[in-house]
């Protein structure tokens, strides 16, 4: 097998010094659309719908309503903001889309299916295989190496070692870690941390990519750069919703649904949206004095 | 960034996307039952993590396992040594003791109570199907030859215990009815005798003179060796006549034992009746009355070690049991403060689309990883205290293969049982409390 692939890694290789930016961009934008138009087989469905979604928390003797009918409807390859203040049931939204908990009333279809009466284990396959989550604080673990941490989705998915251990490394080589594999996530910064957790999201090349506050942890530009692989992502043709209460990341996203009081209360297209690519590379120029600014920023502002 | 590793992972990039669209859907479609390499893989991983809390918990489990193993061992080795001593008497002895039978107990019986005769012995010629009898008179002593000394065992026996005891000679001949009427001062020798006494100084012992409580006697014949089968070695032994003994060594009116040999196997539960008949008859018991000596014949000597072997086996197990039970408690403990330590992590993996199965399975293939661990260990320290033991007692190491695949039954037993409840627990959990965990 090895001698077989001798001549394609060399010629990879040639390439290689040109740009190295094209270990994310050019490699990775074939395979990441093909491994995309996977889902468009299952038909033109809208990735989300959501119908007059609610959930009521029953504490004790009082019931308390987070959510209160919401219709949503995010179509293939949009890239949405969820925002709010806290209390508004943004997040009660995102368990739900995220089917880590069932709404009280209401329908819920993802990829043209109705899941909020499946049993536990179809909707545990079901976040295996069409959602990816990318948390705050990461949600890595400690024990397991980056690629270890990548590849257990597709452990659960039942995929033999080899083939997990192929398609982790080629995840973490999308978000820039190809060189990390064998850390451990302490070892790891704050953005690459989160850089493996995309990592892991994206390697059952799902239909959704849940981020709640993906950068709530993270200092300005470690966060832009987080910002900037969702929007490659989501230029690749993935579905992103981004649960955030911060205007400027929420300006990233192509569309906005704004919560308040378990309703939506605005639902509006982005006029200008922000490429935070670009203004990395502007934030990059406006620092380096020392001739840093043509690095690849997802792979060297970890090392500075 | 070295460059050198970037390369060789691009090189199996390109085949390795071709073989993933190939490979995916199949893959997908099918999920594995219990991913028993990776689980045990990421049990171990997780145990290692808090290695001394792990040692700590299986603790129960290796010392349980470890006693049963270590004294089955010794049992074993035990029972081998009281069959080989039965079958070295001949399957056609029967021994008789003084003392009356109580279960378990009467072999230390022996001379304890005074109560046979060398007339009981020479009576129980006269019974039916009896070939050969002998009284024994057993006596502690030193004997010396040359510069040599040996502490042994001397026994006074007629001329026909050659044939009772089976013995072979390997030099000269036992001693002859002549030899025992006239009580004469000769000795044969067994082996381990001969080896301390005679082997250092190259002498031949045939013909030599030793010295046994000061009075000289001649050795006239060495018996072949029936090979050392543990305590109370049957070659440190040195036989004189009865009447020898009886005026030189020891003047006891009454004699240790008596061992007779019945002709044939099958006669032998006959004569043993007859044999106590006629000794009640001598001795003046009436019908009912308890007997002040015991006949055993050799079913009895196995089946006295048997019940001794039962009695200590159920006080095996109930000792084991109880530890076994201490120590899956320890294991339960230690995997419900495991779950809630890991809440977190359980949470991600359920996240990551983990069934509830999965994590369930997760935690008990880690229990049952620490339990049959715990089995392992305590195998292997129960082999070692066995062949200490054994080696310490001069026993056969007898390897049970039983035992040890009871062991490990057991030991994975009590971590599924008690590994249970912590697993079903965890796979419980909601997510999104679990994910909120710190």
């Known amino acids: 097998m090895r001698t077989d692939d001798a001549p394609a890694g060399a010629a990879e290789r040639a390439s290689d010094p040109d740009a190295r930016d094209a270990v994310s961009s050019q490699r990775d934008v074939p395979d990441a659309r093909e491994r995309l138009s996977d889902h468009e087989s299952e038909g033109a469905h809208a990735v989300i719908s959501v119908r007059r979604l609610a959930k009521v928390y029953r504490m004790g003797q009082t019931s308390i309503p987070a959510l209160r009918g919401v219709n949503v409807e995010v179509a293939r390859g949009e890239f949405v903001a969820i925002m709010g203040p806290s209390g508004s ?57 980056a690629l270890a941490n990548v590849a257990l989705p597709l452990l659960y998915a039942g995929m033999p070692r080899e083939e997990r251990e192929r398609r982790a490394r080629r995840a973490l080589r999308i978000v820039g870690l190809g060189n990390r594999l064998e850390h451990h996530p302490q070892q790891l910064s704050g953005g690459q941390q989160q850089r493996v957790a995309i990592a892991r999201a994206l390697v059952n090349s799902p239909s959704l990519l849940l981020a709640d506050e993906p950068t709530g942890n993270l200092d300005t530009r470690t966060g832009m750069d987080i910002m900037a692989i969702l929007q490659r992502l989501n230029g690749f043709g993935l579905t992103i919703v981004l649960v955030t209460h911060e205007a400027d990341i929420a300006a990233y996203a192509q569309r906005q649904i704004s919560f ?45 | 960034m070295t460059t050198s590793r970037i390369p060789t992972t691009r090189a199996t990039a390109a085949p390795a996307r071709r073989a993933a669209r190939g490979a995916g859907a199949g893959a997908f479609a099918s999920r594995r039952g219990l991913m028993l390499g990776p689980s045990v893989q990421s049990a171990l991983e997780a145990l290692w993590a808090n290695r001394l809390r792990s040692l700590l918990t299986i603790l129960g489990v290796i010392v349980g396992v470890a006693a049963v193993i270590a004294v089955v061992t010794l049992t074993q080795g035990t029972s081998a040594v009281l069959n080989a001593r039965v079958a070295g008497l001949g399957t056609n002895v029967l021994t008789i003791t003084p003392g009356a039978t109580t279960t378990g107990g009467a072999r230390g019986g022996a001379g304890t109570r005074q109560s046979l005769t060398q007339a009981d012995a020479d009576a129980l010629t006269a019974v039916p199907h009896v070939a050969n009898v002998s009284p024994l008179l057993s006596a502690n002593t030193q004997i010396l030859a040359g510069a040599q000394n040996w502490n042994t065992r001397a026994q006074g026996v007629y001329p026909g215990f050659q044939a009772i005891g089976n013995w072979q000679m390997a030099e000269g001949t036992w001693f002859s009815q002549a030899d025992e009427d006239n009580a004469q001062p000769v000795a044969v020798l067994g082996q381990t005798v001969v080896d301390n006494l005679f082997t250092p100084t190259g002498t031949d012992p045939l013909g030599q003179s030793i010295l ?10 060495v018996l072949q060796s029936k090979g050392a089968t543990g305590f109370g070695n049957q070659d440190d032994v040195a036989y004189i006549p009865f009447a020898t003994a009886r005026a030189r060594l020891t003047n006891a009116t009454f004699v240790s034992q008596i061992q007779v040999q019945v002709d044939a196997t099958d006669n032998v539960d006959a004569t043993q009746q007859a044999v106590t008949a006629l000794l009640e008859q001598r001795h003046q018991i009436a019908a009912g009355g308890s007997d002040d000596f015991t006949v055993r014949s050799p079913t009895q000597f196995v089946q006295t070690a048997q019940q001794s072997a039962q009695t200590l086996a159920i006080l095996l197990i109930g000792i084991a049991a109880i530890s076994l039970i201490v120590g899956g ?39 049952l990883t620490l339990s049959a661990g715990g089995g392992a260990a305590g195998i292997l320290i129960g082999l070692g ?8 007692f001069q026993l056969p190491f007898v390897l049970s293969v039983v035992a040890i695949a009871l062991a490990v039954g057991v030991s994975m037993l009590v971590g599924i049982v008690f590994g249970f409840y912590p697993a079903v627990r965890a796979s419980q959990l909601d997510p999104i409390v679990a994910l909120r965990t710190e």
Request: hydrophobic letters at 40%; proline letters at 1%.
């Open chain 1, 89 to 145: 049931g943004k997040s009660t939204f995102m368990n739900l889309l995220g089917c880590l908990d069932r709404p009280t009333s209401g329908e819920y279809w993802l990829n043209g299916r109705e899941v909020s009466r499946l049993s536990a284990d179809a909707i545990a396959d079901l976040r295996n295989r069409h959602i990816g989550f990318v948390f705050q604080g990461f949600n890595l673990l400690a024990r397991a190496t």
């Open chain 1, 260 to 304: 308040r009081d378990g309703l939506v209360v605005s639902d509006q297209a982005v006029t200008q949206q922000r490429s935070a690519t670009d203004e990395l590379q502007e934030l990059l120029a406006r620092r380096s004095a020392d001739g840093a600014g043509g690095e690849p920023v997802r792979i060297r502002e970890e090392q500075a």
């Open chain 2, 212 to 221: 046994m409580n000061g009075q000289t006697y001649q050795v006239v014949g």
């Open chain 2, 329 to 367: 408690i320890g294991i339960m403990n230690i995997m419900l403060v495991s779950v809630t330590e890991r809440t977190r992590e359980i949470g991600i993996r359920m996240a990551i689309g983990a069934r509830r199965g999965d994590i369930r399975n997760q935690f008990l293939i880690e229990a």
């Open chain 2, 385 to 392: 205290g066995g062949l200490a033991l054994t080696h310490a």
